[in-house]
């Protein structure tokens, strides 16, 4: 769960707390930086010297100057390789049981000493590590990053609020080359009062909140946050042999439970999940906060996070189709659509209509009509279009031997064969033959087909009796558009499956002069690929995953959970939703979708039930939205009261000025983001009535608040959200639950307020 959206240091005019903490590490940051270019500085001597122990001449010393070249060069190179943005993690420590210490500076307790909790629930730290890609020490030795793959670094992954062992803090710093972006903190001991330096320790986002629950005086809120952690826990470290679905409403920290698990799994057991993790996210917004909470899992391709759209290679969804649109091409409906149109396509108006061949000094043709008939016999086989090509060449080769009239020229069946393969080769060696077999039968690409289907005639022809007419119509004029969406994409991976790669011949590869020569190795280090250029290059190459993580899995359409269940056929998974925040109109359609995924797998099932993000005054204003979307469901429960009721606001002048002056306000009233929520045709329209407000406020579609938090919300007219599809109502559910602290809604007159500025959505 993301505790702030679209975090930045900049835009604030308020001393925060996070901006403080953020300082705080770019200090580190600075030390850090300048400890690696004097190790730098010092690999670079080190090669210098090796060269001058060259002049002395000897066996002796020519060994130990190659020997030296090749140590300083690879320590160099890996130095300059890792040296942009690297550093992600800390983790702030109790008083160990032992004061032993590590080879990489850190102590080795894993449980706090006695005495290092007083009796009051105070405690001070006594350690602090940082994470990172690579370990770093300072002059004396003292670690300044702890390499992330050291036992010293394991608390990162594995502590947990139930087992914390000595981690009171954990945080995530997100930073761009030498620049610290922003922090967010998980509090693993929130009933702690913990000093640092004799400070109290800060604590930034969700932390944040479960540290005022943990630090209440009454013992019911307390037992609250224990039961927050037990039920966490138990997703976090439930076994991975199967499927995981774990379900809960807003603000019960099913994303942020999810991250962690991918986590603890691959720490846990790093050999069994080498065949990587994919995490899927809805939009790119929830994709670009999940990087920045998990950045160390990207090393070594061990885990790919990705949008839905961008879960083909080459493709980025980068459009929006209206509702109506969205729901013909997510449908299963469109299978049946798809298959006809990778056979139709090969029908392309520019196609050649009859063959003309010489074979045994004979000119041979076929004419349409019987093209037609070899390619309705080719089509009649159940391998992929592309794959039936050799198919299509043969039952080619066929129909011109039988129309030659050699076949009954000989009764002895080993002439015959020979005379067939001579007469096989003389064709195919014909450059006319080939030229039409690649224009009459030519290897469709998804995209080819996808841009066939935007003619609305062929697309007309190809989903009779599956599409309706102004189905047919929204669909092709959407594809006629410069771009895709994030449906397309489904379609396009989709297509890629029916459509079939054909094998490509491997290519030799050319000699190099320089592997004639020996030694090099020794004189001339290789630069090392850079674990990042690692992680690019597997993630490329895999198209499988060995467990995957679906976020906001209740809005996956039944296309989309096709192209998500190709990349784990033989996965684990952990699937986290939230029926009652489904923008999918048929979730029992897209249930069948997403059983046939998952496959024979067994279900574990976990729920989620207190809600620590929105507080009780807003959490109590999005259940009559609920009550009216999904009749009967359970809202989880709102364990924190601000005291600060929703307030609603009229439009009375333009609806431009009342959404701008609204997000002013409430930009003054908190301390970090402000998010400005509209229904998805007002996307563009609501950035320019907020221009020059600053990074903090930040307008967004319906669709792309999903996942996502703001200390404060602006919900921009209900009754347009709600209207914008049959699932509207669970939209304007999902808009009315991003906030921390404060919301406004505005009501235009399609809202119809009443003399308070209460929509008629809103009240009781």
């Known amino acids: 769960m ?18 403080r903490e953020i300082s705080v590490e770019q200090e580190h940051l600075d030390r850090v930086y300048r400890r690696l270019e004097e190790k730098i500085h010092e690999a670079e001597f ?16 020519l060994a130990e100057r190659d020997a030296q070249v090749f140590r300083a060069g690879v320590h160099l190179n890996r130095l300059n390789n890792e040296f942009e943005d690297f550093l992600f993690g800390r983790i702030d420590l ?90 967010e903190d998980d509090l693993m001991r929130p009933e702690l009062t913990a000093y640092l330096d004799g400070r109290e320790l800060p604590v930034i986002g969700d932390g944040a909140l479960m540290a005022a629950l943990g630090q ?49 799994l691959l720490y846990q057991d790093r050999r069994r999940y080498a065949g990587g993790i994919l995490i899927v996210s809805p939009t790119p917004l929830l994709v670009a906060y999940t990087e920045g909470v998990l950045p160390s899992l990207g090393e070594e391709g061990q885990v790919a996070i990705r949008a839905l759209g961008s879960l083909v290679d080459g493709a980025e969804a980068t459009l929006y189709d209206s509702p109506a649109t969205a729901r013909a091409k997510g449908s299963s409906r469109m299978l049946k659509v798809l298959r006809k149109a990778a056979r139709g396509a090969l029908e392309r108006p520019d196609a050649p209509t009859r063959l003309r061949v010489v074979a045994f000094n004979r000119r041979l043709e076929l004419e349409a009509e019987e093209l037609d008939r070899v390619r309705r016999a080719a089509l009649g086989g159940t391998a992929p279009v592309n794959l039936l090509r050799p ?18 020229r000989h009764t002895d069946p080993e002439l015959a064969a020979e005379l067939r393969s001579s007469f096989d080769e003389d064709v195919t060696g014909e450059d006319s033959f080939t030229e039409f077999l690649d224009a009459w039968w030519p290897e469709l690409t998804p995209a080819q087909v996808l841009a066939a289907m935007a003619d609305e005639r062929r697309l007309g022809r190809w989903a009779r009796r599956v599409l309706n007419p102004g189905e047919v119509r929204r669909v ?109 109109s048929d979730p029992d359609e897209a249930a069948e979708a997403r059983d046939e995924a998952l496959g024979t797998r067994p279900r574990r099932r976990f729920q989620l039930t207190v809600n620590y993000r929105n507080p009780a005054e807003i959490a109590e204003l999005a259940s009559k939205v609920l009550a009216l979307a999904m009749p009967g469901s359970q809202a989880p429960t709102a364990v924190r ?48 009535w907020l221009a020059g407000l600053g990074d ?23 009754a347009e959200i709600a209207d914008e599809s049959p699932a509207g109502l669970r939209v304007l559910y999902v808009a009315l639950t991003r906030a921390t602290q404060q919301l406004t809604v505005v009501s235009g007159e399609r809202d119809e307020p009443d003399a308070d500025g209460v929509p008629d959505l809103l009240r009781d």
């Open 216 to 264: 209440a005086r009454t013992h019911s809120m307390r037992d609250i946050v224990a039961s927050i952690q037990a039920e966490q826990d138990m997703v976090i470290r439930a076994p991975a042999a199967s499927v995981t679905y774990v379900e809960g409403g807003p603000g019960t920290g099913k994303t942020a439970v999810a991250l962690h698990r991918a986590a603890y």
């Open 94 to 183: 109790l008083l160990g049981k032992d004061g032993k210490k590590g080879p990489d500076g850190a102590y080795t307790a894993v449980e706090p000493a006695e005495g290092a909790v007083r009796p009051d629930n105070t405690a001070d730290i006594a350690e602090t590590l940082h994470i990172g890609r690579i370990g770093v020490l300072d002059q004396d030795y003292a670690p300044l990053v702890i390499d992330w793959r050291a036992p010293a670094a394991a608390p990162f992954y594995r502590s947990t609020p139930v087992d914390p062992g000595r981690v009171v803090r954990r945080r995530v710093i997100r930073s761009k080359g030498r620049r610290v972006l922003g922090v």
């Open 391 to 408: 198919r299509a060449r043969k039952l080619l080769l066929d129909a011109l031997w039988e129309k030659s009239g050699a076949a009954g």
């Open 476 to 584: 092709a004029r959407s594809l006629r558009r410069d771009g895709l969406s994030v449906h397309d994409i489904a379609l396009l991976d989709e297509l890629q499956a029916v459509l079939g790669v054909p094998a490509r011949p491997k290519k030799k590869r050319e000699l190099d002069p320089l592997d004639q020569l020996t030694g090099l190795e020794e004189l001339m280090p290789v630069r090392e690929e850079t674990q990042r250029e690692r992680a690019e290059r597997l993630a490329a190459e895999r198209v499988e995953y060995a467990h995957v993580i679906v976020d906001e899995a209740q809005d996956l359409t039944p296309m989309q959970w096709r192209m998500v269940g190709r990349r784990g056929r033989h996965a684990t998974w952990t699937v986290v939703g939230d029926p009652a925040q489904s923008s999918w």
């Open 46 to 61: 080190l090669m210098n010297d090796a060269a001058k122990r060259g002049q002395v001449g000897t066996p002796g010393a």
């Open 641 to 688: 009261s601000t005291g600060v009721r929703p307030r609603f606001s009229v439009v009375s002048d333009s609806l431009e000025k009342t959404v701008r002056a609204e997000a002013e306000r409430l930009r003054g009233a908190v301390d970090g983001t402000v998010g400005v929520v509209v229904a998805m045709q007002r996307r563009e329209e609501a950035r320019r």
């Open 696 to 718: 903090r406020v930040v307008a967004l579609g319906s669709l792309e608040a999903k996942g996502l938090e703001y200390d404060a919300t602006v919900v921009v007219s209900p």
């Open 2 to 19: 993301a505790a702030q959206a679209h975090t930045s240091a900049v835009g604030s005019v308020h001393d925060s707390v996070r901006d």
